[in-house]
């Protein structure tokens, strides 16, 4: 557990120092929270990994179909700042479900321990997040809706993908004890989103909308 703690305190850290860091460095810093994040996640999985693993990978696919189809996200494309890609979609993109899988089920636990509705819930929980991702990470450039949206220029069928995607993730999952670790780093990412968004990034949308969501099972879950 000590190892999955240091990673955690150098996650904080690091999200912290992050609105300090210059505009040419910006990439290279997305990229390295993006793995801190993920290692972290991985560390409080402990044996259970591979199911951290398996929400990368389920998640990976169906970018994969997005990004070729447009279903189920819609149509959208990745530019190259988040490195290499396979089928037009960056291998980073697979951290992104794999790291907030494990808090969003630890959340969804704490919540109810009815497998009927944990993983509706951790679907939910999930998507939630994404309420923040989405629009800060297409502001920046690492990825375009060219048919925008109503939310920050994000379709709301993206919310719907991920929200399907997440039980495809979720379903296969068997039930265990909420992570009070995870749980952390899901309240965590709640705090630390809202205030980047409303203080530092000054996108008050974002900030309401993400803290509304994320903030929705951060508090049922207490």
């Not at 690091?14 to 993006?34: C, D, F, K, L």
């Not at 259970?48 to 994969?64: C, I, T």
Request: glycine share 12%; proline share 6%.
């Amino acid at each position: 557990m000590r190892g999955s703690r240091a990673l955690f305190g150098a996650l904080v850290a690091s999200q912290v120092a992050y609105a300090y860091v210059p505009e040419r460095r910006r990439v290279a810093a997305t990229r390295g929270i993006v793995g801190l994040m993920t290692a972290t996640s991985l560390a409080q999985a402990g044996a259970k990994w591979p199911r951290v693993a398996s929400a990368g990978a389920v998640g990976f696919g169906a970018e994969l179909l997005g990004v070729a189809t447009g279903k189920p996200f819609g149509h959208y494309t990745y530019s190259d700042k988040l490195g290499p890609k396979v089928g037009g979609v960056p291998l980073l993109a697979a951290c992104a479900w794999a790291m907030m899988s494990r808090p969003a089920w630890s959340v969804a636990g704490r919540i109810s321990r009815r497998r009927a509705a944990r993983v509706p819930l951790a679907a939910g929980a999930l998507t939630a997040w994404d309420a923040f991702l989405d629009p800060r990470m297409a502001r920046d450039g690492y990825w375009s809706w060219p048919q925008g949206g109503r939310y920050e220029g994000i379709p709301a069928s993206n919310f719907l993908g991920w929200y399907a995607t997440g039980l495809i993730v979720f379903a296969p999952w068997p039930d265990e004890e909420p992570c009070d670790e995870a749980w952390a780093l899901y309240l965590w990412t709640w705090v630390g989103e809202t205030f980047a968004n409303a203080v530092i990034w000054k996108r008050p949308v974002t900030a309401v909308v993400g803290s509304l969501a994320m903030g929705a099972f951060a508090c049922a879950s207490r």
